[in-house]
């Protein structure tokens, strides 16, 4: 607030929230984050395959919790 400018809408605690999600839907979440994720780089950090990974973050994207910003490239919803 040095200039006087104050932001009305900090971000609160940017942790994660437990979401009771299924583990492999979890594993992949929590790969995520606010910055965009490449679809291969999720394959590496949860060992599943291509197909698999792709069916749980369209699951993921049906429930609202990731989006895609790009192609192949995964990110939490900010909202």
């Known amino acids: 607030m040095e200039w ?11 942790e994660k929230k437990k979401l009771g999600l299924a583990p492999d839907l979890d594993l992949v979440y929590s790969g995520l984050d ?11 950090k949860t060992g599943f395959s291509a197909s698999k990974v792709c069916a749980l973050l369209t699951e993921l994207q049906l429930m609202g919790l990731v989006g895609e910003t790009g192609r192949q490239y995964y990110r939490i919803s900010g909202g």
Not at 4 to 14: D, L, M, S, T
Not at 34 to 44: F, K, T, V
């Open 4 to 14: 006087g400018i104050e932001a009305k809408n900090r971000p609160q605690n940017v």
């Open 34 to 44: 606010l910055r965009p994720e490449n679809l291969d780089n999720l394959i590496r």
